[in-house]
């Protein structure tokens, strides 16, 4: 079983809508949990934090699921710019070594 | 004023050749990292240092050799590169690791023929 596991999509959705993606991981003791935005041809840039008690910044909402090993992004009212891959990140078990999901790819069209 | 910086952004060389990639970072940090990302996006992570010492490496052949001069930079050295090493290549610096943001570099595109 990988590490960190994510649907890689795409998931093609219209301007407006809301979209949400789900990462399972498979070390039960990993203590940091994070997403990033990795553009086409570009570098991986961090997203948001997760943390325990789910967390919001503007039209992103992150959750995380410690009994059943999954964190989500929720990404409402969306816009064209948010087009991208969302990398699903935790931590080593407890270690800072973060690895990283394959990615989700997300296409938001007019 | 790029914080993390890379160079060169983009190497297209023969199989067997030896080539070096640069990492420098100007955050301060005392973490550096190379990541790998293949072809299929998956990035993975090879090398990390701290303060100029070692601290992760995972499982990566070795012919890669990490060097890092002093905390703001990691270079890479791949030697006999062979057709499965094309990827593209990306240093990173860590400060807070509770924080736990990675600043990439833009990436160094490497392809063997």
């Known amino acids: 079983r990988k590490e960190v596991e994510q649907d890689p999509g795409p998931f093609n959705v219209p301007e407006g809508a809301t979209v949400a993606f789900n990462c399972t991981y498979s070390n039960s003791a990993s203590q940091s949990f994070f997403w990033y935005r990795q553009d086409c041809r570009k570098e991986p840039k961090l997203l948001m934090s997760?943390?325990?008690s789910g967390n919001e910044d503007g039209r992103f909402t992150a959750q995380l699921n410690r009994a059943s090993q999954y964190i989500s992004l929720l990404i409402r009212d969306s816009k064209l710019s948010d087009s991208a891959t969302y990398l699903c990140?935790?931590?080593?078990?407890?270690?800072?070594?973060?690895?990283f999901g394959t990615g989700t790819r997300l296409q938001v069209f007019p | 004023d790029t914080a993390v910086s890379q160079t060169p952004k983009y190497l297209v060389t023969q199989m067997g050749n030896d080539k070096s990639i640069k990492c420098e970072q100007n955050l301060g940090h005392d973490t550096m990292y190379w990541y790998k990302q293949d072809s299929k996006k998956f990035l993975k992570i090879m090398f990390s240092?701290?303060?100029?010492?070692?601290?992760i490496n995972e499982t990566v052949p070795n012919r890669f050799s990490p060097k890092s001069p002093d905390k703001a930079h990691l270079n890479l050295h791949i030697n006999s590169l062979e057709l499965g090493d094309s990827a593209v290549y990306f240093c990173a610096s860590r400060g807070q690791i509770a924080t736990g943001e990675l600043f990439f570099g833009e990436g160094s595109r490497l392809t063997v023929l």
């Open positions: 997760v943390y325990s």
């Open positions: 240092y701290n303060n100029k010492e070692l601290i």
């Open positions: 990140v935790v931590s080593r078990g407890n270690t800072d070594k973060l690895i």
